[in-house]
């Protein structure tokens, strides 16, 4: 079945620089790819994801990447905030109909003022 | 929109007892997926309902079932618990079976000792 692994599992990174995750894939069938933001103690929310027809897809500060021919996809959050600190978790379409998503292990993201 | 709500949003259950989550989904969704999010991790696919019959099922034992309502609302009932069963469980809805990115529950946690 499907697999996403994604890295870092942990980022720091100075307010106003870049930050950016990356998750890979193990099915190429997989269509459909969201990422979502989790505050401590707080529901998951859907920050940004893209469809395997196209290859890059924006939201101000954010922005998700992929490439289908290495099945890898990444976000990138740029001018980071430190409300930008939360853990991030990428997720794929499970292909088999299930329509459940595969989630990665997450990133956790501290934006230091 | 009063969202995804969950209950209870916490409880404390002792080994070998059952357990029954609720949750309603935004009014009109139809769909309503179960998630297990162990501490550290990624959500785990449960269950997927969708008019009101199983779509999905992930890896998780016999112990672990769920039902939808006409009102579309739905329960995840746990039996014979575990100490492994601790974790956030996490309700989501969508409007179809194959919609785009679910909304979240912000959960119920599960502790069990």
């Known amino acids: 079945g499907e697999n996403v692994e994604q890295h870092p599992s942990t980022l720091s990174v100075q307010e106003g620089d870049s930050a950016v995750i990356k998750c890979t894939y193990s099915d190429s069938a997989s269509n459909y790819f969201p990422w979502y933001k989790q505050e401590l103690g707080k529901r998951p929310q859907l920050i940004i994801d893209?469809?395997?027809?196209?290859g890059e897809k924006k939201d101000q500060r954010i922005a998700v990447t992929l490439n289908k021919t290495a099945k890898h996809f990444s976000l990138h959050i740029t001018e980071t905030q430190p409300e930008d600190s939360a853990v991030y978790f990428c997720?794929?379409?499970?292909?088999?109909?299930?329509?459940?998503?595969?989630f990665g292990t997450g990133t956790r993201l501290k934006v230091l003022a | 929109d009063a969202g995804v709500t969950q209950s209870p949003t916490h409880l404390i259950k002792t080994r070998g007892q059952h357990v029954t989550l609720r949750c309603s989904p935004i009014s009109g969704h139809k769909s309503v997926s179960w998630y297990q999010q162990v501490l550290g991790q990624g959500p785990q696919f449960i269950f997927q309902?969708?008019?009101?019959?199983?779509?999905g099922r992930g890896n998780f034992p016999d112990r672990f079932s769920a039902r939808q309502f006409p009102n579309y609302s739905s329960e995840l009932n746990v039996n014979a618990l575990l100490l492994g069963d601790s974790a956030l469980y996490l309700c989501?809805?969508?409007?179809?079976?194959?919609?785009?990115?679910?909304?979240f529950g912000s959960g119920t946690r599960l502790t069990v000792v």
């Open positions: 997720a794929a379409s499970d292909p088999s109909g299930t329509y459940k998503y595969i």
């Open positions: 989501a809805s969508s409007w179809e079976q194959g919609a785009r990115g679910y909304t």
């Open positions: 893209i469809r395997s027809n196209v």
């Open positions: 309902y969708y008019e009101k019959e199983e779509r």
